[in-house]
Structures are given as structure tokens and as C-alpha cells.
């Protein structure tokens, strides 16, 4: 079994920055892509960002050039996201999968981010 935990987010006011940290543990396999998806009030999830254990990183258009996400050895995966914004108000959810392998496929419980305006 593998477990994802994130960090707790917080509430920042808008322009300000805030950094996500997740780990993943257990019988993790390799290669792997860890990532990052939000899920605002009343939409569906969507896909933040994501990185595989080769670092190359996937952005949507939305964080592009705001957030950077990296990761190291221990399967621990980071978000850094500056100059945040009302619009980026949601539950932040981790997630670790292995394309091809429908069963490994893991989440986080979430963290709320909450930006003021």
C-alpha cells in the first residue's frame, strides 16, 4: 500500500506565495509521476502540475510561469506557488501514478489554499 500526505496549505493574501510539500511512501514504483490537482467549489478537479522521476515537469496554462514544482529522491514532491491569486483559491490534491499501471494510482487527502483578495 502507499500512503500520500500532504503538507497543510494556508490562507495568503493575493500576490503573496505559499509552498506544498507531499510525500509518498510505501512500496512506491519507479519510474513514477507525482503531481498536483485542485478542486475549486462547484468545478471538477483539474490537473496543476506534474513531474516525473526523470523531472520533467508539465504545467497548465493557468500556473504557467507562477508555480514550479520539483521533487527529490525520497518521493517527496513540491509546489512552489508565488503571485497566487483569488482564482487559485481551492483543495489541493497530491497524487503519485505509473502510466500503464491502472492500479497504482494514489491520493493525498487534500489541503485547502486559500487566497484573499
Known amino acids: 500500500q502507499v500512503q500520500v500526505v500532504e503538507s497543510a496549505g494556508g490562507l495568503v493574501q493575493a500576490g503573496g506565495s505559499l509552498r506544498l510539500s507531499c510525500v509518498a511512501s510505501?512500496?512506491?514504483?519507479?519510474?513514477?509521476?507525482m503531481g498536483w490537482y485542485r478542486q475549486a467549489p462547484g468545478e471538477q478537479r483539474e490537473l496543476v502540475a506534474t513531474i516525473t522521476s526523470g523531472g520533467s515537469t508539465f504545467y497548465s496554462d493557468s500556473v504557467k510561469g507562477r508555480f514550479t514544482i520539483s521533487r527529490d529522491v525520497k518521493n517527496t514532491v513540491y509546489l512552489q506557488m508565488n503571485s497566487l491569486q483569488s482564482e487559485d483559491t481551492a483543495v489541493y490534491y497530491c497524487?503519485?501514478?505509473?502510466?500503464?499501471?491502472?492500479?497504482?494510482?494514489?491520493w493525498g487527502q487534500g489541503t485547502q489554499v486559500t487566497v484573499s483578495s
Open positions: 497524487n503519485i501514478h505509473r502510466p500503464g499501471v491502472p492500479w497504482f494510482d494514489f
Open positions: 510505501g512500496i512506491i514504483y519507479s519510474p513514477n509521476t
